[in-house]
């Protein structure tokens, strides 16, 4: 089965595998990317690439003009965000809303334009890439883990509400995957946190910024590469009935199991040894 999808966020990690997996299965691949280097490297590649601010609305709307100028869609994939880490009380209003342009209101706005091609073909997918976060909170992750839970229940109320149309829209859940997350959430963590002046100056410098500026010890033992995220976007996005929901690792069912039946203290327990 091929048929033509947009990815966003191509630049690496689970948006690049997903790009040259379905490239590779017969799908007409267009990636996005928000830096001209990372533009010129999916293009030479041979894919379709088209830059991609999700937090500029103008960006957005040149995306998706110009990405049905080149033919129609069959399914989207919001695969782009990045993180902002840090203590929630040292988050600034801005910073917060920053997080919430990319990885909340420019993936809704970008499905927002695409739901009407979809209708109008009379079939659609939608794929939107979740997190671990976005079931479970845990500590020094709070913006992140509020942007997955917003796209969490934006997703469940929008699958609902299109359950009478030939739209199919699913979740996935990945957990921890090799990816470039970390380093890229550096640049964020530097313009909107000031650890020093922090109450928790101590406790960033025993954990976070080691987590952040330091190689890791060793690599998490649920760790899965990104193929595990594709496999399931494939599923998604060609099974006859695609699932609502996917979960990729073993946090993300232990923890989707475990939103269900366990009380909040015990979720607490876990997600402060998370």
């Given at each position: 089965?091929?048929?033509?999808?947009?990815?966003?966020?191509?630049?690496?990690?689970?948006?690049?595998?997903?790009?040259?997996?379905?490239?590779?299965?017969?799908?007409?691949?267009?990636?996005?990317?928000?830096?001209?280097?990372?533009?010129?490297?999916?293009?030479?590649?041979?894919?379709?690439?088209?830059?991609?601010?999700?937090?500029?609305?103008?960006?957005?709307?040149?995306?998706?003009?110009?990405?049905?100028?080149?033919?129609?869609?069959d399914a989207l994939i919001n695969n782009a965000a990045f993180a902002l880490p840090g203590a929630v009380e040292d988050i600034p209003r801005e910073g917060l809303r920053a997080i919430f342009e990319a990885n909340l209101f420019g993936t809704h706005d970008l499905t927002t334009r695409l739901i009407p091609h979809f209708r109008a073909r009379g079939a659609g997918r939608i794929v939107n890439i979740s997190s671990v976060l976005g079931l479970i909170g845990i500590p020094w992750r709070g913006p992140y883990v509020a942007t997955k839970f917003a796209l969490e229940g934006l997703t469940d109320v929008m699958r609902l509400e299109l359950a009478d149309t030939p739209i199919h829209v699913s979740l996935i859940e990945p957990g921890p995957i090799a990816s470039k997350i970390r380093e890229n959430a550096i640049p964020h963590f530097e313009r909107w946190v000031n650890w020093q002046a922090s109450p928790r100056a101590g406790d960033y410098r025993a954990t976070l910024l080691k987590r952040l500026y330091e190689p890791a010890a060793k690599k998490d033992r649920f760790e899965l590469p990104p193929q595990a995220v594709s496999q399931r976007i494939t599923h998604a996005l060609e099974a006859p009935r695609p699932k609502p929901r996917y979960y990729v690792t073993v946090p993300t069912r232990v923890s989707g199991i475990g939103r269900r039946i366990l009380p909040t203290r015990a979720l607490d327990w876990f997600a402060r040894r998370g």
């Open positions: 089965m091929g048929g033509r999808v947009l990815i966003t966020g191509c630049s690496s990690g689970i948006g690049l595998d997903a790009a040259r997996h379905l490239r590779d299965r017969g799908w007409q691949v267009v990636a996005t990317c928000r830096r001209p280097e990372d533009i010129a490297a999916r293009r030479a590649e041979g894919m379709e690439c088209l830059p991609l601010e999700l937090a500029d609305t103008a960006s957005v709307r040149d995306c998706v003009r110009a990405a049905l100028d080149g033919g129609p869609l």
